[in-house]
């Protein structure tokens, strides 16, 4: 059974532009959440997703987005860049319920310059 | 708003000897989960406990889940270079759904 798959793995990008990540869930995974993971701020929650709805969102502004698609894979977007956007970007999956156990992806590694 | 604290933040030990991690809550731990990450890699979950008491090992790591709920600790006995990594907890602070809070993480280096 494949894991979860991120892509892609290594970004860099120029203060201003946007981008987009990508996270494929393990198969029969229908809920996706995403975490920002920086040296000074940790793992922090962003958002989730389950049938395409989001249910859940962290302390994160505006400009972070993202989606589920019907086939429960999931991207998000960062809009105007910043310099302190740079960070690791980690996506899990996980089937429905509470206490369920939680699969991470290898993350995307962006860097914005 | 739940917050975790781990302890130690760093711990160097010399292989083949045992540690223990201890993650502590702020509030009642309804599922507390352990995960692994090699430097700028992904996170590899290890163990997850939801009952106070609980207790579950995987090859020589053991996680308890103290029956107050609000503490849980991982033990690894005759640690080995494989070992060696950033251990995380976290806790699952939403009903149903997936919204998980994580301690600040410990660092284990272990010395051949």
């Known amino acids: 059974k494949a894991g979860v798959t991120q892509t892609p793995r290594y970004l860099i990008k120029t203060r201003g532009q946007q981008v987009t990540l990508s996270c494929s869930p393990i198969s029969g995974h229908r809920s996706v959440s995403w975490y920002q993971q920086t040296p000074g701020q940790g793992l922090q929650f962003l958002f989730e997703y389950f049938s395409e709805t989001q249910r859940n969102k962290g302390n994160f502004p505006g400009r972070f987005s993202g989606r589920q698609f019907s086939n429960s894979r999931s991207e998000m977007n960062v809009s105007t860049l910043e310099l302190g956007d740079s960070a690791l970007y980690l996506c899990?999956?996980?089937?429905?319920?509470?206490?369920?156990?939680?699969?991470f992806g290898q993350g995307t590694r962006l860097t914005v310059v | 708003s739940q917050e975790l604290e781990q302890s130690p933040q760093s711990l160097i030990v010399q292989e083949g000897k045992n540690l223990t991690i201890n993650c502590t809550s702020s509030?009642?731990?309804?599922?507390l989960y352990w995960y692994k990450q090699k430097y700028g890699e992904g996170l590899i979950f290890l163990m997850m406990l939801q009952k106070g008491g609980e207790e579950k090992s995987h090859e020589k790591i053991t996680a308890k889940l103290d029956e107050k709920k609000q503490q849980s600790s991982l033990h690894i006995t005759a640690s080995q270079p494989s070992h060696a990594g950033i251990y995380l907890c976290g806790a699952d602070q939403s009903q149903g759904a997936q919204k998980l809070v994580f301690g600040q993480g410990t660092r284990l280096t272990i010395n051949p």
């Open positions: 899990a999956s996980k089937v429905q319920g509470m206490n369920t156990e939680a699969f």
């Open positions: 509030k009642t731990l309804y599922g």
